[in-house]
């Protein structure tokens, strides 16, 4: 049995019911009549199919020759075929994390808004790890700011399939914030302002290199060069001895992050000793141990051990990147302006040095000189 409405076909049959959509529209700019007949399994899919599809039509875009039978999943695995050489590790892992995903099973002409909902309230959920000694730990589920960003990398895939001639919703992530932010699921990341302490910072490079010395990596020496230097753990585990200067006391930072570009932002740095950590000399007394890498470490196993030191020493809330704000907080207190912080700590946008804006203010203040007189 058929029941017609407004282009769409409800079909029912013994395994249920398909909703096929028929269109036969002329498109206003070419002349051209398109005549197009397609099944979805539910009406939500043929209402989100006609929509785009009438839509294009009538604007001129239309080309019956694009493919929307792919899954997400498919489309990030030829998005990344064709661009992956450009993306850093993290944003790498990103994908794959959706990949994973249920809405990753998705045919790309028939996201919709309620399907990103649906995504984003299952990511907030926690999940459940069995230890190596059989206990389950629970991890809590992705934030708004991780949601935000993982929202953001799939329009980023449908903006570049729009590109490609792929059957897609381009603007379906825009067009989806608000209904995302009123479920609770996406918001801006909350600006840290955590500062270790002296003691504290004395106290994890004691656990590395005292209390726990036999460790293959050097962390006591990565925090004070980190704290001394402003730089990504990234940026520093990838430093090389040939971008090296030691008559000027600078090395060279490779493909630093930079949202507007992805690789071959390059700037030098100046290896300085104003925070109380002389990083050149720290640098000098690595030399030698190493042919090509300065700090030839795992990312991922200091990424694992730092925070684990952490909690032993019962030291709270405090990750390896609160260092990089530590360099840019002594700068300011030392007296040099935001743009020669910006130097060495690869910042590009003004709006992330506010807090440091902040601190400037409060040491503009000068001791009132006695023989002052007022103006009026």
């Known amino acids: 049995m058929e029941k017609q409405n407004d282009f769409i076909t409800e079909l029912n049959g013994v395994k249920g019911s398909t909703f096929k959509v028929r269109i036969r529209q002329r ?7 398109f005549k197009i007949s397609k099944s979805f399994k539910t009406r939500k899919q043929a209402e989100s199919y006609k929509k785009i599809t009438l839509a294009e039509i009538l604007q ?32 790498l892992g990103a994908y794959k994390l959706i990949k994973d995903t249920k809405l990753a099973k998705k045919r790309i002409d028939s996201l919709s808004t309620q399907d990103l909902i ?23 589920g992705a934030g708004g700011s991780t949601m935000n960003a993982e929202f953001s990398y799939i329009g980023t895939v449908l903006k570049w399939a729009k590109a490609e001639q792929y059957a897609v919703n381009e603007t379906l992530i825009t067009e989806s914030r608000r209904a995302l932010e009123m479920n609770y699921l996406i918001h801006d990341g909350v600006e840290r302002s955590r500062r270790p302490s002296q003691d504290e910072l004395d106290r994890l490079i004691n656990y590395f290199e005292v209390i726990r010395p036999e460790r293959n990596i050097p962390l006591g020496i990565l925090i004070r060069f980190a704290v001394g230097t402003g730089l990504r753990l990234g940026e520093i585990l990838r430093l090389e001895w040939k971008e090296l200067n030691e008559a000027n006391k ?60 952490v909690r032993r020493l019962g ?23 935001i743009p020669k912080i910006q130097v060495n700590s690869g910042h590009k946008d003004l709006r992330s040095m506010q807090r440091y804006m902040n601190m400037v203010s409060k040491n503009l203040h000068e001791e009132k000189p006695k023989n002052w007189i007022s103006l009026g």
């Not at 390059?266 to 002389?278: C, M, S």
């Open 250 to 309: 600078t090395i060279w930072i490779r493909d630093r992050k930079d949202p507007r570009q992805k690789v071959g932002k390059d700037n030098e740095i100046a290896l300085i000793w104003q925070t109380g950590y002389d990083t050149f000399e720290i640098l000098m007394a690595q030399k030698g141990k190493h042919p090509e890498l300065v700090f030839p470490y795992s990312g991922d196993t200091v990424s694992s051990v730092f925070p684990r030191a």
């Open 315 to 337: 030291i709270e809330d405090l990750h390896f990147h609160d260092l990089r704000h530590e360099f840019c907080s002594r700068m300011v207190e030392y007296g040099w302006t």
């Open 27 to 33: 498109c206003p700019f070419t002349g051209e009549t």
């Open 118 to 140: 649906r995504h984003g309230k299952e990511r907030q959920l926690p999940k459940f790890k069995t230890l190596k000694n059989g206990t389950v730990k629970e991890l809590p």
């Open 60 to 91: 001129g875009t239309f080309n019956q020759n694009k493919k929307g039978e792919l899954t997400l999943a498919d489309l990030i695995d030829l998005y990344l075929k064709e661009l992956g050489h450009n993306f850093r590790r993290s944003k």
